[in-house]
């Protein structure tokens, strides 16, 4: 029997220098979630993490709070690992860089370093930045601030030890150029080629002596060892390297690590220290190393500074683990920064999990008791309709395979959720109720309930390495055929209003004056930062009350959407109004993309008559509003509103 595949895969380590907000834990969540699926495909994986606890920034925290240094990392790295705990992430390994045996190998390191002479004592003036506990040169400063932080730097004049980067940067050039995923995204290895490697690499500080919170160099024991030097080789510490040769069996296995999944504010870290770091201790560098965008709340990045910070056990409170790990899972791009806030997760939460996923389990395991006493088998009456079913059960392991192959872990969860509303539409297209009322089409009703069971486990089975408990209890719930006696209900909807009640007691808005907010004021504001934006339109002409009344509007909801073909701005969407489905083309295919507007409640004129947009039939119109740039936005209810309720 063949050995599994080997798959190494780290977080960075988390700074204590205080809890960890929800996009720090996206990192870690993302992690379990590749870490999950490789394990799933037969990888032997091994998943690393923990927390970076030496620097002058924790000093400082340390002695505000009145405690030791040891004391302060000792009370963050416990809160760090028990979120992590709680957002059940599957790590194998948590490493914190105050154990004695990195400590050690740290030494060890840099007395190797320095005995080859890449390392060197020498005499450092420059700017610091103590947040990122880095020196920069002027010229590498922005507007006279931190280039990776934007906060002020200080003069600094001391005695240091340096690293000769620029002996090592020819070869890392080379080493980038003819490996082309080394650095993901592209945009990432473009940033580190163009503003750092090609213009030339400086020797770097790598000791401290204005500060004492860090690991000793033993042969000199004024100077600690710069931050980063410690915190990276935390990679191959923690699965027993040894400067002196003797690493162990696990550390012979494991590297080089196939995937250090970092933010991209600490990518140069990784993609220039870190590899020059290794091919000074002649070992092989990482295959890859990827720099994940930000999760940014509503109003930017999430600062404790600007009060806008939102934490992983908060959010857990309002809508459980696995509304979480989807959210931030689901809603991050590849590439591109991702936008968290409160009504963002209470629209996901009821259209994507309660409505599309928990409304099909329940629906599919309640109908199989009512007609069926809860087991069905495949009584092999298939229908044209059951083919496309069929394909997309099949196709969406493969989809979710090459998605996870890039990285693209939201479009794989995409994927997931495309079989889950496909499943929808299927009750919708074979109707089991009505099949339910004619006794000659039961082996019919029990082949469609079957086709549904089917369906609903492969993505079941699929979504394990994203929601794991969901996973799990869909699966319990239809036991391959003999379902659960009573549906559980997977994901209970929420109320907007009452959650943004609960999120006010717990925040109180703190009013931003216009000295605050500077340059970020809101677009919507004018030009003193005070008066809304306002769009004046040329008015039609009046109508009466009763030429008003001929109109009909409804609440829909949207329960498939796809691109018009040959159109670049239609979306054809079926729309439940009550109890019928309505096919609706919109102009709406620049602002919205189908999977967004699948499970939305919209607002609906209902007795337009039909007209064919790009030859496909439209049965009404969504209403949206219009800005002055001509972005467009679906007019939707405030409060939750049953599909066909009237608009009056």
Request: hydrophobic share 35%.
């Amino acid at each position: 029997m063949s050995e599994k595949p080997k798959y190494y895969i780290t977080t960075a380590i988390a700074y204590t220098s205080g809890k960890p907000h929800i996009g720090n834990t996206y990192e870690v969540v993302l992690a379990d979630a590749i870490a999950r699926y490789k394990r799933s495909q037969g990888y032997d994986v091994f998943f690393q993490t923990g927390t970076d606890e030496h620097g002058q920034k924790i000093e400082l925290k340390a002695e505000e709070a009145g405690v030791t240094p040891k004391e302060f990392v000792d009370s963050v790295s416990g809160e760090i690992k028990r979120i992590w705990d709680l957002m059940d992430t599957s790590y194998d390994k948590f490493i914190r860089t105050t154990d004695d045996y990195h400590e050690k190998q740290v030494q060890k390191i840099f007395k190797k370093l320095y005995e080859q002479g890449d390392i060197y004592k020498g005499y450092y003036e420059g700017m610091y930045c103590t947040p990122c506990e880095s020196f920069f040169t002027e010229s590498q400063l922005v507007d006279g601030k931190c280039p990776d932080c934007g906060r002020e730097v200080q003069p600094a004049k001391e005695e240091a030890y340096f690293f000769r980067m620029s002996k090592y940067a020819d070869r890392l050039i080379e080493h980038i150029n003819t490996h082309p995923e080394f650095i993901q995204p592209v945009s990432r290895k473009n940033e580190m080629m163009n503003n750092f490697l090609l213009p030339g690499l400086q020797d770097l500080c790598v000791s401290r002596t204005s500060f004492k919170w860090g690991i000793p160099v033993d042969f000199d024991d004024k100077h600690v060892v710069y931050v980063w030097l410690d915190a990276l080789t935390n990679y191959i510490t923690g699965i027993g390297y040894d400067a002196d040769g003797n690493s162990t069996e696990q550390f012979e296995k494991l590297w080089p690590a196939d995937l250090h999944l970092i933010g991209k504010d600490i990518i140069r870290f990784h993609t220039i220290y870190w590899p020059i770091f290794l091919m000074a201790l002649g070992l092989p560098l990482p295959k890859q190393v990827f720099g994940h965008p930000w999760l940014l709340q509503g109003d930017g990045k999430m600062s404790k500074s600007k009060g806008n910070v939102l934490y992983a056990d908060e959010l857990v409170d309002f809508f459980g683990v696995d509304a979480v790990r989807y959210f931030v899972l689901h809603e991050m791009p590849f590439e591109n920064d991702g936008v968290i806030t409160w009504e963002l997760m209470v629209e996901r939460l009821n259209s994507d999990l309660a409505n599309t996923l928990g409304n099909l389990v329940n629906r599919t395991v309640s109908m199989t008791n009512k007609y069926f006493g809860g087991t069905v088998t495949d009584k092999g009456v298939a229908e044209e309709v059951d083919a496309d079913l069929k394909a997309v059960m099949e196709n969406t392991p493969k989809a979710v395979d090459a998605k996870m192959n890039d990285l693209r872990v939201a479009d794989a969860i995409t994927e997931i959720f495309n079989l889950f509303k496909r499943c929808n539409k299927y009750i919708d297209e074979t109707m089991p109720w009505v099949l339910a009322k004619d006794e000659a089409k039961k082996d019919r009703l029990e082949t469609v309930l079957w086709n549904l069971i089917q369906g609903i486990s492969v993505g079941a089975k699929l979504l394990e390495s994203f929601m794991p408990s969901t996973s799990k209890k869909i699966l319990e719930q239809l036991g391959g055929g003999h379902v659960t006696d009573k549906p559980e209900i997977l994901f209970q909807r929420l109320d907007l209003e009452e959650v943004m009640k609960k999120v006010e007691e717990l925040h109180p808005h703190k009013e931003e004056t216009a000295a605050d907010s500077g340059e970020n004021a809101s677009p919507q504001n004018g030009e003193n930062g005070t008066e809304k934006a306002v769009i004046d339109i040329e008015p039609k002409d009046e109508i009466t009350f009763e030429q008003f009344g001929t109109m009909q509007f409804q609440v829909g909801e949207i329960i498939a959407c796809e691109a018009v073909k040959k159109s670049k701005k239609l979306l054809c969407s079926q729309v439940r109004i009550g109890s019928q489905v309505k096919q609706i083309v919109s102009g709406i295919k620049a602002h919205y993309t189908p999977e967004e507007m699948v499970g939305k409640k919209v607002m609906v004129l209902v007795n337009l008559k039909p007209a064919k947009l790009a030859g496909v039939l439209s049965e009404g119109m969504l209403l949206c509003a219009e800005d002055a740039d001509g972005n467009l936005s679906l007019m939707v209810p405030e409060k939750d509103m049953p599909a066909g309720a009237e608009i009056c």
